[in-house]
């Protein structure tokens, strides 16, 4: 009897960079125990990380808040990365989730937040896999703060009351699979479209709605929602903890 051949396996390539010298090698070691994940390196500062994500180029990315050279590295790194490799999936490794760290996280260029003090290494597992599958990672408190600092943005107002009444048919298809949180290549792949052209409908309704980025496109579509409508109408966000994924999926694009 012949035995069907095992599927191949790719390891999860992940880079973990933290000021904590020991704590970054202790979780690298820990990782490398389990073989659904290969650990390319450990750094601490800020210029040794940004060096090793150029040319590495990981799957998944653990970036403490602070590195060796700044208490507040992290964010810089993650928005430093964003100019040359906008599709990093990185997790921020948190030692407070007060809502200006956790925003501001989002904000950088995270797609996960992990507390230190609460998360344990199972869990930390799972989150590498789910935002390594492109899922956002987040608890409830994380997103309640998300969705208060989107309430309080000046762009939920309509400032022009004719704005949604210009937005074309096709506009409303690319808003609305990019409030579901979709980059532009997934929605030009959906709508059989080039990047360039999906590109072109969304500048056209930043200009028309008078905002510059996906995040506002958000907030304005979290207040305007017949922006989202369709020819066969259904629910584009169904209940909160969609709306505040796809939110945070903008923040970090």
Not at 37 to 55: G, I, M, P, W, Y
Not at 124 to 142: F, I, P, S
């Amino acid at each position: 009897m012949s035995l069907s051949p095992r599927r191949s396996f790719t390891p999860i390539n992940v880079v973990v960079a933290d000021q904590d010298v020991l704590a970054c090698n202790l979780l690298a070691s820990r990782l490398r125990k389990h073989r659904q994940f290969q650990v390319t390196e450990c750094t601490e500062n800020e210029t040794a990380t940004l060096d090793l994500l150029r040319r590495v180029r990981p799957s998944v990315a653990l970036i403490g808040e602070g590195v060796r050279d700044d208490p507040k590295g992290g964010y810089s790194i993650l928005k430093k990365s964003q100019s040359w490799s906008p599709r990093l999936r990185a997790v921020m490794l948190l030692g407070s989730s007060d809502q200006h760290s956790v925003v501001e996280a989002f904000r950088a260029g995270a797609r996960g937040i992990v507390l230190r003090s609460d998360c344990q290494f199972a869990a930390l597992c799972k989150c590498v896999h789910n935002v390594h599958q492109g899922q956002v990672w987040a608890d409830n408190k994380q997103v309640g703060y998300v969705l208060e600092a989107f309430s309080r943005s000046s762009a939920l107002q309509t400032q022009d009351p004719k704005a949604l009444g210009r937005i074309s048919g096709r506009e409303r298809d690319v808003v609305r699979l990019a409030v579901d949180g979709l980059s532009n290549r997934e929605i030009a792949q959906r709508l059989d479209l080039s990047e360039h052209t999906v590109k072109n409908y969304l500048f056209r309704v930043f200009d028309k709605l008078g905002i510059s980025s996906r995040v506002e496109l958000v907030h304005f579509a979290l207040t305007n929602q017949e922006i989202l409508t369709v020819a066969n109408p259904r629910p584009a966000i169904e209940d909160l903890r969609t709306v505040a994924s796809s939110s945070l999926r903008a923040l970090s694009r």
